[in-house]
């Protein structure tokens, strides 16, 4: 009884923990029984002693074996026992004679007392000593965390009495028994993985780089059970196991593909990672894809052995999907890293690098200095942020999709009809109405499904060649940076002549001292100077005020400079036969034709198909199908034929626009030219006398002004002279680069 009661107890207890449910304490009380107690005085005084009684008992309600009964080779006991009617109650025992020794009979219940009771149930034992069982199903929990807070309460209520004691079965002794299993097969498990690695490869850094795949699979396994909210279990661990093998599968094929593209020849290691990876891009996915859909209906079975398959699914599958991440980021990397190690010795362990490696920590060091101050941005430098950055370009990039999604739109059958209805004058055979169901669609004529198609192919052309004028627009800022880069020269220039100034104003106040030269002289020297200074203040004004018409183009917020190497854009001779405005002229005429084969194909026949299915649910009820092809023609084709000549005077409008803009902008682009070749004959004349002249005038003024052959005024209108040489070289290699970038980026 103390320990049904114990186990009551701990039913209860259990009952208020978190996650458990369906607790079920095993029944051991309560089986209804029949009970015979002698009283022993009266059998002494009777003369009857307890086993006789107990044998006429047994034979009344239970039978006993009198004799055997013979059939041929059969034989059968006979057995003797009351009839049915006279043993199914307890009356029926009481009722029961028994001889006594004095020859009469008296009734059983003169004997015992007869009574009904209740006894035990059942009686379990587990190696000679009872047990009782307390069932408990764990739900939204994980099973480890129930058993431990389960625990923790008995102990803390619970005291048993000597000799008793409690144990955790079922599935958390499977538990236990697996996670010890786990503790020694998971470090197996990759140990293996490593040497096979290795014996693959014969190479321990191949074998490295490919196993850090397993720490970032992990990852993802553990990420997405917790998303799920799926604790982790013994099929969760199985599946890391798993997940171990499939996860170094894509990194072999990467890391076979690059040595084999190494052993091919391939010696730059940046065009061998980008080849390499984008020749495995395909592999790779497919190989983690095929391998996470193959576990995806286990990861949402909700059936038999859900609670099982579930956990396993997911973790396989969040761990392919990071290590797949890092099969095609950070393993490259790696590869570019560990091919700079020439060898690893173990003992003592030392890691022995390239001499590039070494190298390029010394050259990184003054590189990542420089990183810390403004960049000096090149050309196409400038133009790449631009077209990354613009958000119009972006905005007609947008365009686009959207004319690829309304490309479905060209197949628009309309909506499909389903109807039923019941006509009282519609008879069956059976002689009752029918109930017909009906489904209905209505169709143009194929060819303008045709034409449709057309057109919108046309419009998504249309929109990508107006992205691509977009993106030359971006490029048209060109001129704005050729004037950055013209002001920078200048300002160059004007730092130049600040600088001989500052060194002839220090010559002449020395010379003014000794009498040579008055001090009228040493004025105007500082007044250069000064008007030097004011110049290059205003430079410097207009130089940051065009970097930021310059920052909003690129929509950049981060500073940088322009480099003031000014290269000469390539000439162009002819105009150009494929600028991106030809291709838009021409599609905007072939839209407008197409709009004209649309507005053809509207007048010809629709078509009508109807399809029913006729019965009801009377005796005898038949299933009568049917169907009805229609043609709609269009008699009244009046607006129709004014919509095709509407269509048609729009394209022969758009053909006489579209020619009178080609010829302006061959206009235009025959100016452009004139300007490009006049620049350019300016800039060979600098290249062939100018240059050799500015040189001379700055060498012979500066030295002639020295030795005092030429007083300051006859120096300044020397130097001034060299200046606007250099000045004017400048501003034509400006108007050079301007008109040839407006050639080259023409749009509207």
Known sequence: MNISIKSTRNKNLIADVPGASDIILEKTQGLPQIRVNYNRSKTAYYGVDINTLNTYLSTAFGGKITGVVFEGEKRFDMVMRFDNENRTDIDNIRQLQVPVSTGASIPFTELADIEYT??????????????????????????????????????????????????????????????????????????????????????????????????????????????????????????????????????????????????????????????????????????????????????????????????????????????????????????????????????????????????????????????????????????????????????????????????????????????????????????????????????????????????????????????????????????????????????????????????LLVVSEKREGKGDISHLEVLNIKAKKNQLSIVLNALNADIENALKKLKVIMNSDSDFEISEYVEMLPEISAIPDSLPVYQLLKLENDYYNSLIQVSKNKTLPDFSLNYFLGSNRYENSKYYHGFQVGVAVPLFYGSDKGRTQAAKISGEAQNLLSQNELNLIKNRLNELINQQLKYKVLLSNYNTSGKLVYDEIMRTAIKSYQLGEINFYQFVNSYETAVQIQIEYHENLYGYNVATSEIMYFSK
Do not use: C
């Open 118 to 503: 209740e006894g035990p149930a059942k009686i379990s034992r587990d190696n000679t000593q009872r047990r009782v069982v307390v069932s408990v199903n764990v739900r939204n929990r994980d099973l480890q965390s129930v058993i431990e807070d389960i625990q923790q309460k008995i102990d803390k209520n619970i005291k048993l009495s000597p000799g008793n004691y409690i144990e955790y079965g079922g599935q958390f002794e499977n538990l236990q028994n697996a996670t010890k299993r786990l503790i020694f097969a998971v470090p197996v498990a990759l140990l293996l993985i490593f040497i096979f690695l290795h014996f693959a490869f014969g190479s321990l850094k191949d074998a490295i780089m490919i196993f850090t795949a397993i720490p970032l699979a992990t990852v993802g396994g553990v990420f997405l059970l917790w998303v799920r909210g799926m604790p982790f279990s013994v099929s969760a661990g199985v599946g890391f196991i798993a997940l171990f093998g499939i996860a170094v599968l894509n990194g072999i094929v990467l890391i076979e593909h690059l040595k084999e593209l190494q052993h091919e020849g391939m010696t730059n290691m940046r065009e061998l990672i980008m080849t390499g990876t984008k020749n495995r891009l395909r592999p790779v996915m497919l190989t983690a894809g095929a391998a996470a859909m193959g576990f995806l209906p286990m990861a949402i079975s909700t059936g038999a052995g859900a609670e099982v398959q579930r956990p396993l699914a997911t973790v396989v599958i969040g761990g392919l999907f990071t290590s797949t991440l890092l099969t095609m980021i950070a393993l490259p990397l790696l590869f570019e890293v560990f091919y700079n190690v020439k060898s690893i010795r173990l003992f003592p362990f030392r890691v022995i690098r390239s001499k590039i490696i070494i190298l390029l920590s010394f050259i990184l060091i003054p590189v990542m200095t420089v990183n810390g101050q403004d960049k000096k941005l090149q050309l196409n430098e400038v133009i790449e942020i631009a077209l990354q950055n613009n958000p119009e370009v972006a905005a007609f990039a947008l365009k686009v999709d959207e004319s690829k999604m309304l490309k479905k739109t060209a197949f628009a059958p309309g909506k499909t009809n389903l109807t039923y209805g019941t006509d009282q004058n519609n008879i069956a055979e059976n002689g009752h109405p029918l109930n017909v169901f009906g489904i209905e669609q209505n169709l143009s004529f194929p060819t303008l499904y045709a034409a449709e198609s057309k057109s919108k192919q046309i419009e998504i052309s249309m929109s990508e060649s107006r992205l691509n004028i977009q993106k030359t627009n971006v490029q048209k800022m060109l001129p704005m940076l050729f004037n950055v880069q013209m002001l920078v020269n200048k300002r160059e220039v004007s730092k130049m002549l600040d600088s001989l100034f500052t060194q």
